[in-house]
């Protein structure tokens, strides 16, 4: 299998391959898993939350800046960061893939290791999904997740008087990706960022008082402006309220960058934003970062309008 390409194993057999390495489910939320048209999940109190992510070779990865077991974690964490947060717990991973015939079976299989590793990391399996052929390397990923007897985060639960905490770290996949864009692969704690993110899942638990909570794919800013503008308010950052870390103060000095600028609008660390009531309602190891005011729905920094944003797929910028 060492030189062998999927299109010279076949579509079912590379099915087999894969389900072969990813971990079996004994968990009771999953009573049929993968080998039928569908898998069968439970949720408790009766509502399901779903979400997909997509990556595109060149887009979200590249196969020369990361290993297939990177790309298999990222995919799979991205998708359980947004389950977490809704307020949920993950039950299971759907994956889908696109393959050109000429991809080793055996960068599928560190895929699928990596998809499986993440997943473990928060009690979850991979129970089906689906393989096509295509022109390059497209990763789908579903993930679903119970509330149990809670009720979903919203974003539009934000209201004056209320403050913004953040778990989790933020900027360091941005100077990972300017690291790896000019032909550097280190600090390893900043490129490796960028390959695999860390979702600080257990702090996203802990949070069983936030009245909005979202993760952090696209830049605070960018992503705080969701729910300012779902919530209809305004969402002040105070950047005082951050200490920049040792590694991206030497990441900016060394390339003329700014440290500041990559936690506010640097996205894919999947860390976790949410607003609470008070003060006394911020979990232990959350950070508050700012507050809620009444006003045309806005993101500001410091009091003042930010030019600075995260990431868009569609901007010309």
């Known amino acids: 299998m060492s030189d062998q390409t999927v299109g010279e194993l076949?579509?079912?057999?590379?099915?087999?391959?894969?389900a072969s390495r990813l971990a079996k489910s004994s968990a009771a939320s999953v009573p049929v898993g993968i080998g039928d048209d569908s898998a069968v999940v439970s949720a408790k109190g009766g509502n399901v939350v779903a979400c997909l992510d997509m990556l595109t070779q060149g887009v979200h990865f590249r196969l020369d800046w990361s290993e297939a077991s990177d790309i298999g974690r990222k995919a799979a964490a991205q998708n359980l960061a947004?389950?977490?947060?809704?307020?949920?717990?993950?039950?299971?991973?759907?994956?889908?893939l696109a393959l050109p015939q000429e991809t080793p079976v055996n960068w599928v299989m560190q895929l699928a290791d990596g998809l499986s590793a993440e997943a473990e990391l928060v009690?979850?399996?991979?129970?089906?999904?689906?393989?096509?052929?295509?022109?390059?390397?497209?990763?789908?990923?579903?993930?679903?997740?119970?509330?149990?007897?809670?009720?979903a985060i919203l974003r539009s639960g934000a209201m004056p008087g209320h403050v913004?905490?953040?778990?989790?770290?933020?900027g360091f996949a941005q100077a990972g990706l300017l690291m790896l864009s000019r032909g550097f692969r280190s600090p390893r704690v900043l490129v490796g960022a960028h390959r695999v993110p860390e979702p600080p899942y257990d702090l996203a638990k802990l949070a069983v008082h936030a009245t909005s909570m979202i993760d952090i794919s696209d830049g605070l800013v960018s992503d705080?402006?969701?729910?300012?503008?779902?919530?209809?308010?305004?969402?002040?950052?105070?950047?005082?309220?951050?200490?920049?870390?040792?590694?991206?103060?030497?990441?900016?000095?060394?390339?003329?960058?700014?440290?500041?600028?990559?936690i506010l609008t640097g996205g894919e660390d999947h860390a976790f934003a949410a607003t609470f009531k008070t003060a006394l309602d911020v979990p232990s190891g959350w950070t508050i970062i700012g507050s809620v005011a009444s006003g045309s729905p806005s993101v500001t920094v410091d009091g003042a309008e930010y030019l600075g944003r995260g990431w868009d797929h569609f901007s010309t910028n």
């Open 10 to 18: 076949g579509e079912f057999a590379l099915i087999d391959a894969i």
């Open 82 to 96: 947004d389950i977490f947060a809704m307020g949920a717990s993950p039950t299971a991973l759907l994956v889908g």
């Open 224 to 262: 705080l402006g969701h729910i300012a503008a779902a919530s209809g308010v305004v969402i002040d950052i105070e950047t005082n309220s951050f200490e920049i870390p040792e590694a991206l103060a030497a990441a900016a000095s060394a390339f003329n960058g700014n440290a500041m600028e990559w």
């Open 123 to 151: 009690g979850v399996t991979v129970v089906g999904g689906d393989i096509v052929r295509g022109d390059s390397i497209v990763i789908s990923v579903t993930a679903l997740g119970e509330l149990g007897n809670s009720q």
């Open 164 to 170: 913004v905490a953040l778990a989790g770290r933020i």
